[in-house]
Protein backbone atom coordinates (compact mmCIF):
# COMPACT_ATOMS: atom_id res chain seq x y z
CA UNK A 1 0.00 0.00 0.00
CA UNK A 2 1.22 3.53 -0.67
CA UNK A 3 2.18 5.53 2.27
CA UNK A 4 -0.50 7.96 2.67
CA UNK A 5 0.15 11.81 3.01
CA UNK A 6 -1.40 13.33 5.69
CA UNK A 7 -1.52 17.62 5.19
CA UNK A 8 -2.04 18.94 9.56
CA UNK A 9 -3.48 21.99 8.93
CA UNK A 10 -1.92 24.37 12.34
CA UNK A 11 -3.50 27.17 11.61
CA UNK A 12 -5.84 29.62 13.84
CA UNK A 13 -7.78 30.84 10.63
CA UNK A 14 -9.80 28.85 8.73
CA UNK A 15 -9.92 30.87 5.53
CA UNK A 16 -6.08 30.21 5.32
CA UNK A 17 -6.38 26.47 6.54
CA UNK A 18 -8.78 26.08 3.73
CA UNK A 19 -6.48 27.59 1.23
CA UNK A 20 -3.58 25.38 2.00
CA UNK A 21 -5.93 22.66 2.56
CA UNK A 22 -6.49 23.03 -1.38
CA UNK A 23 -3.15 23.43 -2.11
CA UNK A 24 -2.27 20.42 -0.53
CA UNK A 25 -4.80 18.45 -2.51
CA UNK A 26 -3.54 19.56 -5.31
CA UNK A 27 -0.03 18.82 -4.73
CA UNK A 28 -1.31 15.02 -3.32
CA UNK A 29 -2.56 15.01 0.00
CA UNK A 30 -4.67 12.00 0.76
CA UNK A 31 -5.52 12.81 4.33
CA UNK A 32 -6.74 16.62 5.55
CA UNK A 33 -6.21 17.35 9.21
CA UNK A 34 -7.88 19.97 11.06
CA UNK A 35 -5.03 20.70 13.54
CA UNK A 36 -5.36 21.26 17.65
CA UNK A 37 -4.43 25.10 16.66
CA UNK A 38 -7.73 25.64 14.19
CA UNK A 39 -10.12 23.31 16.24
CA UNK A 40 -9.05 25.70 19.53
CA UNK A 41 -9.57 28.73 17.30
CA UNK A 42 -12.39 27.89 14.91
CA UNK A 43 -14.19 25.15 16.83
CA UNK A 44 -15.48 22.25 15.08
CA UNK A 45 -16.26 24.57 12.54
CA UNK A 46 -13.33 23.75 11.00
CA UNK A 47 -14.19 20.18 10.32
CA UNK A 48 -17.31 21.27 9.22
CA UNK A 49 -15.96 23.42 6.71
CA UNK A 50 -13.30 21.07 5.44
CA UNK A 51 -15.69 18.00 4.59
CA UNK A 52 -18.01 20.42 2.61
CA UNK A 53 -15.14 21.38 0.53
CA UNK A 54 -13.84 17.67 0.27
CA UNK A 55 -16.48 15.47 0.71
CA UNK A 56 -14.77 12.52 -0.64
CA UNK A 57 -11.31 13.05 1.47
CA UNK A 58 -10.32 11.92 4.89
CA UNK A 59 -10.42 13.89 7.19
CA UNK A 60 -8.62 13.98 10.91
CA UNK A 61 -9.62 15.87 13.84
CA UNK A 62 -7.02 16.59 16.19
CA UNK A 63 -8.59 16.56 19.17
CA UNK A 64 -5.49 15.34 21.42
CA UNK A 65 -8.21 14.18 23.58
CA UNK A 66 -7.24 14.00 27.36
CA UNK A 67 -10.95 13.88 28.97
CA UNK A 68 -14.43 13.10 28.47
CA UNK A 69 -13.58 11.00 25.50
CA UNK A 70 -17.21 9.94 24.11
CA UNK A 71 -18.73 13.48 24.23
CA UNK A 72 -15.45 14.78 22.10
CA UNK A 73 -15.59 11.92 19.71
CA UNK A 74 -19.26 12.03 19.48
CA UNK A 75 -18.91 16.15 18.43
CA UNK A 76 -15.78 15.92 15.92
CA UNK A 77 -17.77 12.76 14.56
CA UNK A 78 -20.86 13.95 13.86
CA UNK A 79 -18.72 17.12 12.61
CA UNK A 80 -17.62 14.81 9.54
CA UNK A 81 -14.58 13.55 11.22
CA UNK A 82 -13.67 10.42 9.77
CA UNK A 83 -10.55 9.65 12.89
CA UNK A 84 -10.37 11.32 15.89
CA UNK A 85 -7.16 11.96 18.05
CA UNK A 86 -6.73 10.82 21.22
CA UNK A 87 -3.80 11.04 23.48
CA UNK A 88 -1.73 8.37 24.44
CA UNK A 89 -1.21 9.64 27.85
CA UNK A 90 -4.78 10.21 28.49
CA UNK A 91 -6.21 7.44 31.04
CA UNK A 92 -7.04 3.82 29.87
CA UNK A 93 -10.69 4.77 30.58
CA UNK A 94 -10.83 7.94 28.40
CA UNK A 95 -9.12 5.92 25.30
CA UNK A 96 -11.78 3.23 26.09
CA UNK A 97 -14.42 5.68 26.06
CA UNK A 98 -13.24 6.95 22.65
CA UNK A 99 -12.50 3.41 20.85
CA UNK A 100 -16.39 2.66 21.94
CA UNK A 101 -17.46 5.95 21.08
CA UNK A 102 -16.00 5.84 17.44
CA UNK A 103 -17.48 2.38 16.73
CA UNK A 104 -21.21 4.12 17.46
CA UNK A 105 -20.16 6.87 15.76
CA UNK A 106 -18.37 5.73 12.47
CA UNK A 107 -15.09 7.12 13.18
CA UNK A 108 -11.60 5.25 13.43
CA UNK A 109 -9.65 6.57 16.32
CA UNK A 110 -6.11 7.77 16.37
CA UNK A 111 -3.78 7.33 20.22
CA UNK A 112 -1.18 9.78 19.70
CA UNK A 113 1.91 9.29 21.30
CA UNK A 114 3.30 12.34 22.00
CA UNK A 115 4.71 12.85 25.32
CA UNK A 116 4.40 8.86 26.26
CA UNK A 117 7.64 7.87 28.23
CA UNK A 118 7.26 4.08 27.39
CA UNK A 119 6.57 4.26 23.84
CA UNK A 120 6.44 0.91 22.85
CA UNK A 121 4.64 -0.60 25.80
CA UNK A 122 1.49 1.89 25.51
CA UNK A 123 1.31 1.50 22.05
CA UNK A 124 0.69 -2.21 22.12
CA UNK A 125 -2.02 -1.34 24.88
CA UNK A 126 -3.64 0.80 23.20
CA UNK A 127 -3.90 -1.83 19.75
CA UNK A 128 -5.24 -4.45 22.41
CA UNK A 129 -8.19 -1.94 23.34
CA UNK A 130 -8.79 -1.83 19.74
CA UNK A 131 -7.00 1.61 18.50
CA UNK A 132 -7.36 2.10 14.99
CA UNK A 133 -3.91 3.55 14.57
CA UNK A 134 -1.20 4.58 16.36
CA UNK A 135 0.95 7.85 15.88
CA UNK A 136 4.36 8.54 16.75
CA UNK A 137 4.93 12.43 17.13
CA UNK A 138 7.63 14.10 17.74
CA UNK A 139 6.41 17.41 19.86
CA UNK A 140 7.37 21.25 17.76
CA UNK A 141 9.33 21.89 20.78
CA UNK A 142 11.81 18.92 20.42
CA UNK A 143 11.52 19.45 16.90
CA UNK A 144 13.48 22.79 17.44
CA UNK A 145 16.09 20.88 19.83
CA UNK A 146 16.82 19.07 16.52
CA UNK A 147 14.99 15.59 17.59
CA UNK A 148 12.74 13.23 15.35
CA UNK A 149 10.87 10.99 15.74
CA UNK A 150 12.71 8.06 13.31
CA UNK A 151 13.92 5.67 16.21
CA UNK A 152 10.65 5.11 17.79
CA UNK A 153 8.67 4.69 14.51
CA UNK A 154 10.66 2.16 14.09
CA UNK A 155 10.98 0.27 16.84
CA UNK A 156 6.80 0.27 17.17
CA UNK A 157 5.91 -0.36 13.67
CA UNK A 158 7.97 -3.53 13.71
CA UNK A 159 5.92 -4.66 16.68
CA UNK A 160 2.01 -3.67 16.23
CA UNK A 161 -0.11 -4.75 13.21
CA UNK A 162 -2.11 -1.89 13.32
CA UNK A 163 -1.08 1.31 10.69
CA UNK A 164 1.34 3.59 12.54
CA UNK A 165 1.46 7.58 11.67
CA UNK A 166 4.74 9.56 12.38
CA UNK A 167 4.80 12.95 12.84
CA UNK A 168 7.66 15.73 13.55
CA UNK A 169 9.25 18.36 11.20
CA UNK A 170 9.05 15.49 8.23
CA UNK A 171 9.85 17.52 4.95
CA UNK A 172 11.09 16.75 1.42
CA UNK A 173 14.23 15.62 2.26
CA UNK A 174 13.21 13.33 5.32
CA UNK A 175 9.76 11.34 4.07
CA UNK A 176 11.59 8.94 2.47
CA UNK A 177 13.12 8.16 5.58
CA UNK A 178 9.66 8.11 7.33
CA UNK A 179 8.44 5.37 5.53
CA UNK A 180 11.73 3.53 6.20
CA UNK A 181 11.56 3.32 9.63
CA UNK A 182 7.50 2.15 9.03
CA UNK A 183 5.44 4.88 8.49
CA UNK A 184 2.73 4.24 6.76
CA UNK A 185 0.92 7.30 7.10
CA UNK A 186 3.41 10.61 7.27
CA UNK A 187 2.15 13.28 9.00
CA UNK A 188 3.30 16.96 7.47
CA UNK A 189 2.94 20.34 8.67
CA UNK A 190 5.09 23.43 8.04
CA UNK A 191 7.15 21.87 5.24
CA UNK A 192 3.94 22.83 3.25
CA UNK A 193 1.68 25.49 5.07
CA UNK A 194 5.06 27.76 5.33
CA UNK A 195 6.40 27.14 2.00
CA UNK A 196 6.29 29.79 -0.49
CA UNK A 197 4.27 27.51 -2.99
CA UNK A 198 2.31 24.66 -0.95
CA UNK A 199 1.34 23.06 -3.67
CA UNK A 200 5.00 22.28 -5.13
CA UNK A 201 6.03 21.49 -1.50
CA UNK A 202 3.04 18.98 -0.79
CA UNK A 203 4.22 17.27 -4.78
CA UNK A 204 7.97 16.88 -3.62
CA UNK A 205 6.84 15.27 -0.21
CA UNK A 206 4.62 12.86 -2.36
CA UNK A 207 7.80 12.13 -4.49
CA UNK A 208 9.62 11.69 -1.52
CA UNK A 209 7.27 9.02 -0.10
CA UNK A 210 6.69 7.09 -3.49
CA UNK A 211 10.13 7.02 -4.34
CA UNK A 212 12.15 6.97 -1.02
CA UNK A 213 14.37 9.87 -2.20
CA UNK A 214 15.49 12.50 -0.58
CA UNK A 215 14.17 15.90 -1.89
CA UNK A 216 15.61 18.98 -1.84
CA UNK A 217 14.02 21.68 0.76
CA UNK A 218 14.58 25.37 2.09
CA UNK A 219 13.26 24.08 5.58
CA UNK A 220 15.47 23.16 8.32
CA UNK A 221 14.21 20.88 11.15
CA UNK A 222 18.07 19.32 12.00
CA UNK A 223 21.15 20.60 14.43
CA UNK A 224 24.86 20.98 13.68
CA UNK A 225 27.04 23.87 13.98
CA UNK A 226 26.78 24.25 10.24
CA UNK A 227 23.31 24.16 9.80
CA UNK A 228 23.30 26.26 12.61
CA UNK A 229 25.08 28.99 10.72
CA UNK A 230 23.53 28.36 7.70
CA UNK A 231 20.35 28.98 8.98
CA UNK A 232 21.36 31.97 10.57
CA UNK A 233 22.95 33.52 7.10
CA UNK A 234 19.27 32.94 6.42
CA UNK A 235 17.09 34.82 8.91
CA UNK A 236 17.46 38.51 10.15
CA UNK A 237 18.01 40.08 13.29
CA UNK A 238 14.25 40.41 13.52
CA UNK A 239 13.37 37.12 12.81
CA UNK A 240 15.26 36.11 15.73
CA UNK A 241 14.29 38.55 17.89
CA UNK A 242 11.10 37.52 17.43
CA UNK A 243 11.58 33.59 18.00
CA UNK A 244 13.52 34.59 21.11
CA UNK A 245 9.84 36.19 22.01
CA UNK A 246 11.50 40.07 21.27
CA UNK A 247 14.47 39.42 23.42
CA UNK A 248 18.49 38.57 22.74
CA UNK A 249 19.27 42.44 21.13
CA UNK A 250 22.09 44.33 22.48
CA UNK A 251 20.41 47.24 23.24
CA UNK A 252 22.55 50.23 22.13
CA UNK A 253 25.08 48.50 19.58
CA UNK A 254 24.58 50.24 15.96
CA UNK A 255 25.92 49.06 12.73
CA UNK A 256 28.74 50.67 11.12
CA UNK A 257 27.06 50.82 7.57
CA UNK A 258 24.18 50.08 5.64
CA UNK A 259 23.89 46.52 4.38
CA UNK A 260 26.15 44.90 6.79
CA UNK A 261 25.90 41.30 7.41
CA UNK A 262 27.38 39.00 10.30
CA UNK A 263 26.87 35.60 11.92
CA UNK A 264 29.36 33.73 14.00
CA UNK A 265 30.30 32.65 17.24
CA UNK A 266 31.77 34.76 20.28
CA UNK A 267 34.60 35.24 21.69
CA UNK A 268 34.28 37.21 24.37
CA UNK A 269 36.59 39.85 26.25
CA UNK A 270 35.99 42.57 29.02
CA UNK A 271 38.72 45.48 29.22
CA UNK A 272 38.88 49.03 30.58
CA UNK A 273 37.93 52.17 28.75
CA UNK A 274 40.31 52.26 25.76
CA UNK A 275 42.58 49.60 26.99
CA UNK A 276 42.81 47.73 23.74
CA UNK A 277 45.98 45.06 24.12
CA UNK A 278 42.80 42.51 24.88
CA UNK A 279 40.78 42.72 22.52
CA UNK A 280 44.38 42.78 20.08
CA UNK A 281 45.03 39.64 21.68
CA UNK A 282 41.56 37.98 21.03
CA UNK A 283 42.10 38.17 17.51
CA UNK A 284 44.80 35.89 18.18
CA UNK A 285 42.68 33.32 20.41
CA UNK A 286 40.01 33.46 17.97
CA UNK A 287 39.39 31.20 15.20
CA UNK A 288 37.80 31.50 11.77
CA UNK A 289 34.25 32.67 11.61
CA UNK A 290 34.39 33.99 15.50
CA UNK A 291 33.07 36.86 16.21
CA UNK A 292 34.92 39.06 19.04
CA UNK A 293 32.54 40.76 21.69
CA UNK A 294 34.40 43.30 23.74
CA UNK A 295 32.79 44.56 27.02
CA UNK A 296 34.65 47.85 27.90
CA UNK A 297 31.72 49.56 29.82
CA UNK A 298 29.95 51.19 26.54
CA UNK A 299 32.16 54.36 26.92
CA UNK A 300 35.65 55.55 25.13
CA UNK A 301 38.15 55.98 24.05
CA UNK A 302 38.09 54.11 21.04
CA UNK A 303 40.00 50.43 21.22
CA UNK A 304 39.29 49.38 17.59
CA UNK A 305 40.26 50.60 14.45
CA UNK A 306 41.70 49.96 10.92
CA UNK A 307 45.22 48.20 11.80
CA UNK A 308 42.63 45.53 14.29
CA UNK A 309 40.52 44.96 11.82
CA UNK A 310 43.11 43.94 9.11
CA UNK A 311 44.49 41.79 11.81
CA UNK A 312 40.95 39.94 11.78
CA UNK A 313 40.37 40.15 7.99
CA UNK A 314 43.58 37.86 8.26
CA UNK A 315 42.37 35.63 10.51
CA UNK A 316 39.25 35.09 8.84
CA UNK A 317 36.97 36.73 11.69
CA UNK A 318 33.42 37.04 11.13
CA UNK A 319 33.19 40.88 12.83
CA UNK A 320 33.24 42.64 15.74
CA UNK A 321 30.88 43.75 18.66
CA UNK A 322 31.83 46.45 20.92
CA UNK A 323 30.19 48.05 23.88
CA UNK A 324 32.66 50.95 23.67
CA UNK A 325 34.32 53.13 20.88
CA UNK A 326 35.95 51.92 17.99
CA UNK A 327 38.11 54.49 15.53
CA UNK A 328 38.90 54.71 11.70
CA UNK A 329 35.40 54.24 10.71
CA UNK A 330 35.90 54.49 6.74
CA UNK A 331 38.85 52.51 6.47
CA UNK A 332 36.99 49.66 8.16
CA UNK A 333 33.76 50.56 5.97
CA UNK A 334 36.40 50.01 2.66
CA UNK A 335 37.46 46.66 4.48
CA UNK A 336 33.67 45.51 4.14
CA UNK A 337 34.14 44.32 7.86
CA UNK A 338 31.16 43.78 9.80
CA UNK A 339 31.68 45.66 13.21
CA UNK A 340 29.35 46.79 15.61
CA UNK A 341 29.95 49.26 18.47
CA UNK A 342 27.97 51.70 20.87
CA UNK A 343 30.20 54.98 19.91
CA UNK A 344 32.42 56.19 17.57
CA UNK A 345 35.47 58.66 18.33
CA UNK A 346 38.62 59.70 16.83
CA UNK A 347 40.83 59.19 20.31
CA UNK A 348 42.03 55.94 21.02
CA UNK A 349 43.54 54.49 24.40
CA UNK A 350 46.73 52.77 25.61
CA UNK A 351 47.01 49.21 25.35
CA UNK A 352 47.88 48.54 29.17
CA UNK A 353 46.55 44.77 29.32
CA UNK A 354 44.01 44.93 32.14
CA UNK A 355 41.12 42.54 31.38
CA UNK A 356 40.12 38.73 30.43
CA UNK A 357 39.16 37.06 27.43
CA UNK A 358 36.47 33.98 27.43
CA UNK A 359 34.98 35.33 30.48
CA UNK A 360 30.99 36.28 30.81
CA UNK A 361 30.33 39.80 29.41
CA UNK A 362 27.80 42.12 29.05
CA UNK A 363 26.71 44.11 26.60
CA UNK A 364 23.80 46.12 27.26
CA UNK A 365 21.85 44.17 29.22
CA UNK A 366 22.54 40.98 27.36
CA UNK A 367 25.13 38.39 28.59
CA UNK A 368 27.36 36.90 26.07
CA UNK A 369 29.29 33.92 26.84
CA UNK A 370 32.17 32.52 24.64
CA UNK A 371 30.44 29.93 21.96
CA UNK A 372 27.27 31.62 22.35
CA UNK A 373 26.06 32.78 18.51
CA UNK A 374 26.01 36.08 17.00
CA UNK A 375 23.72 37.47 14.67
CA UNK A 376 24.27 41.01 12.97
CA UNK A 377 22.37 43.34 10.37
CA UNK A 378 21.31 46.50 9.89
CA UNK A 379 18.85 46.61 12.98
CA UNK A 380 21.86 45.44 15.15
CA UNK A 381 23.09 42.53 17.34
CA UNK A 382 21.08 39.47 18.46
CA UNK A 383 22.74 37.16 20.52
CA UNK A 384 21.70 32.95 21.16
CA UNK A 385 23.23 31.26 23.83
CA UNK A 386 24.74 28.28 22.46
CA UNK A 387 22.53 25.07 24.88
CA UNK A 388 19.26 26.84 22.61
CA UNK A 389 21.30 27.70 18.91
CA UNK A 390 19.87 24.61 17.49
CA UNK A 391 16.20 25.72 18.85
CA UNK A 392 15.99 29.18 17.89
CA UNK A 393 17.92 28.81 14.97
CA UNK A 394 15.13 26.95 13.72
CA UNK A 395 12.31 29.25 15.62
CA UNK A 396 13.66 32.27 13.56
CA UNK A 397 13.38 29.87 10.12
CA UNK A 398 9.55 29.44 11.67
CA UNK A 399 9.25 33.12 11.60
CA UNK A 400 10.84 33.93 8.14
CA UNK A 401 8.97 31.40 6.46
CA UNK A 402 5.65 32.81 8.16
CA UNK A 403 6.44 36.52 7.07
CA UNK A 404 7.11 35.05 3.56
CA UNK A 405 4.03 33.97 3.37
CA UNK A 406 2.24 36.26 4.32
CA UNK A 407 4.16 38.66 2.24
CA UNK A 408 2.78 36.81 -0.79
CA UNK A 409 -0.92 37.37 0.82
CA UNK A 410 -0.51 40.76 0.69
CA UNK A 411 1.20 40.42 -2.96
CA UNK A 412 -2.12 39.00 -4.20
CA UNK A 413 -3.84 42.53 -2.53
CA UNK A 414 -4.42 42.26 0.49
CA UNK A 415 -3.10 43.95 3.70
CA UNK A 416 -1.37 43.40 6.57
CA UNK A 417 -4.19 43.69 8.93
CA UNK A 418 -6.69 41.45 6.68
CA UNK A 419 -3.74 38.81 6.71
CA UNK A 420 -3.30 38.56 10.07
CA UNK A 421 -6.67 39.36 11.09
CA UNK A 422 -5.88 42.13 13.12
CA UNK A 423 -9.15 43.53 14.95
CA UNK A 424 -10.32 39.63 15.72
CA UNK A 425 -7.06 39.00 17.85
CA UNK A 426 -7.29 41.93 19.37
CA UNK A 427 -6.83 41.53 23.19
CA UNK A 428 -10.74 42.03 24.76
Known amino acids: MKPILQLALDFIDLQRALKNAQAGIAGGVNWLEAGTPLIKSEGLNAVRELRKLFPQTTIVADMKIMDTGRVEVEAAAKAGANIVD ?6 DATIQECIQA ?9 VDMIAVEDVLSRAQFVEELGADYVTIHCAVDEQMQGKDPFETLR ?4 VLNIPVGVAGGINSETAGEAVAAGGAIVIVGGAISKAL ?4 AARDIRQGLDTGKSISTTLFKRGGEAQIREILELVSTANLSDALHRGGVLQGI ?24 KPVQAIDVAEPGDVIVIDAGGVGPALWGELATHSAVRKGL ?6 GALRDSDEIV ?8 RLVMP ?10 IGVTVTVGDMRVETGDWLLGDGDGVVVVPRAMAVEYANRGMDVLEKENRIREEIKEGSTLSKVTELLRWEKK
Do not use: H
Open 86 to 91: VLGAAS
Open 102 to 110: GKNYGAKIV
Open 155 to 158: QVSQ
Open 197 to 200: DPEQ
Open 254 to 277: RPLFPGIQMVGRAITVRTYPGDWA
Open 318 to 323: AGVVID
Open 334 to 341: ALKFPAFS
Open 347 to 356: NAGEPKGFGE
